[in-house]
């Protein structure tokens, strides 16, 4: 997974290599200029020529400054390379997270997903911006260390071999050990960050309603499972350096032995042992930082498997080879739902059987007890799912065999919930279309009554909104609409869209769905499937359909349902919609 984000990084890798063998090559010569110095220095006791000296001296000041400057542009391009990856890695995430399907979002809560998509992510870039040069660099470093050793001499090169081996085998060994308590811990993040997301979405209720006593005291639960998971993965991530640590004494030891041993037979000068003991030390960094990176690594891996199981979850709702719509976004299309069987468990259909068809040009009204469907069956026509049986279509087609943005580029929808984005007030109006003119948008706003508050806004439509940029509910509600007239589909859904509205601003919406669906006698005609419980927007509808527990209990036009006192409609009717809203 990493060969692929880091392949474009070409340039990036080569200059890091660059960097990383030159640093090696320059941390490899000081302990030979040390060694020269020092065997110079006691050969010629009082007599030692100054000049060779200091000119030893000054050779080994600009060698560990060459490398304090190898060592920056080594870490200026790791970092770069890590975070460039990793941000193509988030966004690639975050592009996958959002054509999943809506069975998977139902099931994970925001929070989770953030803390996937992010969190996962920015542990990730953490430890990978220092895995090439910690790990990578200090695998070169330790491998040069061990060539010039055996060069100098075979006996404290294999010493020294043995030692790597054996802390390398240790440090793996411990890492296996620890590695299931780090992915432990991401999911307690994830848990933690679920949690937070929810209770903060549903803060207004919370305190409205005395609750804050019960999450806090979730919240204790919540913190101490993070706790617990935690304190496990770091106790035995800790492992890890304490063994580095241990092994760093018994090698440096060991090289300090063999060295006196050296000197003592004659083979080996008192510099030469002094370069020993510095090339053991310098054999102690890369170790300590291979250890440190390795239990990083373990928050890493687990990053990565759960970054892993993100990309291996498939949508199951794809692309149909088309379905030929091209050029007609705009006209209305013929709606048909035939034989529909859709549940969100195997045992509990929510759509029964359901035959129902939509003439073009029609606008019906679609009625029912909550939790009889109607909502499932706009989800069902835009495919956020699937249904288990029969089908659903569109001037004949099965939705399933057009591309997704086909579909949905037919259909405009309009809930009673508005979703505004912390962005400009022409991206919120166009959903991000930069297609459409500054002037269609003004048109449209001020068709709708929002010219005023377009006016008062100090960068007219460049400017940001924030936490809803002072919209009132009804104000929101109306840009609402406003993005639907500037999309301009063939065929129109609300579900429950005026619900929320004051009567002043309702009139005003009242007017402008008679010009959006065309019932004025202005305007085309569009298809409009309205689940409503107001009469005033019922009442504009030319056909009726009442659902029941999924089941199509009545269907009819308007006026003829209206004239039968026995139909389920005209009961409506005389109660005011009450039953509707039961």
């Known amino acids: 997974m990493l060969a692929d984000y880091l392949r474009p990084e070409g340039r990036k890798l080569a200059a890091l290599a660059v960097f990383l063998v030159a640093g090696t090559a320059v941390q490899l010569a000081s302990p030979q200029i040390i060694r020269t110095f020092i065997d110079t220095a006691a050969q010629g006791g009082a007599d030692a020529p100054l000049e060779r ?151 207004d209720d919370v305190r409205a309603n005395g609750g804050g006593g019960h999450v806090m005291r979730r919240m204790a639960q919540v913190n101490q499972e993070l706790l617990v998971s935690n304190v496990s993965a770091a106790r035995r991530g800790h492992w890890i350096f304490l063994t580095a640590s241990t092994l760093f004494s018994i090698g440096f030891g060991l090289a300090l032995a063999l060295g006196i041993w050296l000197f003592q037979r004659g083979e080996a000068t008192i510099g030469t042992v002094f370069m020993f003991m510095q090339y053991a030390g310098m054999m102690a960094m890369p170790i300590m930082l291979i250890g440190q990176q390795l239990q990083q690594f373990q928050q890493a891996a687990a990053s990565l498997k759960r970054i892993g199981d993100l990309r291996a979850i498939t949508p199951t709702l794809t692309d149909g080879p088309g379905a ?44 029912g007890r909550t939790g009889s469907g109607k909502t499932t069956l706009t989800r069902l026509l835009f495919r956020l799912y699937d249904p288990q049986s029969g089908a659903l279509t569109l001037d004949g087609t099965d939705i399933r065999q057009a591309r997704l943005d086909e579909l949905r580029g037919r259909i405009g929808l309009v809930t009673q919930e508005v979703q505004l984005f912390d ?79 004051d009567p002043a601003t309702d009139q005003r919406i009242e007017q402008a769905l008679d010009r959006l669906l065309g019932t004025d006698g202005s305007g085309r005609r569009r298809t409009a499937i309205i689940i409503a419980h107001k009469l005033s927007t019922v009442q504009r509808a030319d056909r009726i359909a009442i659902l029941d527990q999924g089941r199509l209990l009545e269907t009819g036009r308007r006026t003829d349902l209206e004239a039968d006192p026995t139909s389920a409609y005209a009961r409506l009717l005389r109660t005011g919609l009450e039953e509707v809203m039961a």
């Open 423 to 501: 962005t400009t007030i022409r991206d919120n109006a166009t959903l991000f279309d930069p297609g459409v003119p500054d002037a269609r948008i003004r048109e449209v706003l001020t068709d709708l009554g929002l010219g005023d508050w377009l006016d008062r806004q100090p960068q007219g439509l460049s400017t940001v909104l924030k936490a809803g940029g002072g919209l009132s509910a009804g104000e929101a509600q109306l840009l609402a609409f406003a993005r639907v007239f500037l999309k301009d589909p063939g065929l129109v859904v609300l579900d429950e869209a005026s619900s929320r509205l």
């Open 53 to 203: 000296l200091w000119m030893l001296a000054g050779l080994f000041i600009a060698v560990t400054l060459l490398a304090q400057v190898l060592q920056i542009g080594s870490t200026y391009f790791s970092e770069q390379l890590g975070w460039s990856a990793t941000n193509r890695m988030r966004q690639d995430l975050a592009t996958h997270a959002l054509d999943l399907d809506m069975a998977f979002h139902t099931a994970k809560s925001p929070g989770e997903l953030i803390e996937r998509v992010d969190g996962d992510v920015a542990a990730l870039a953490a430890f990978f911006s220092q895995f090439i040069l910690q790990i990578i660099g200090g695998a070169l470093l330790l491998g040069g260390i061990l060539v010039v050793l055996y060069l100098q001499d075979w006996r404290i090169g294999a010493l020294l071999t043995v030692f790597a081996v054996v802390a390398g085998v240790a440090l793996h060994a411990i890492r296996r050990i620890a590695g299931g308590r780090w992915e432990r811990l991401r999911e307690a993040w994830s848990a933690y960050s679920g949690f937070l997301e929810e209770r903060l979405a549903g803060l």
């Open 324 to 367: 030929g719509w091209e050029g007609r976004r705009m006209q209305a299309p013929q709606v048909g739902f035939q034989g529909l069987t859709f549940a969100y468990r195997a045992d509990s259909p929510v759509i029964r059987d359901l035959d129902l068809q939509v003439p073009a040009g029609e606008v019906i009204g679609l009625l």
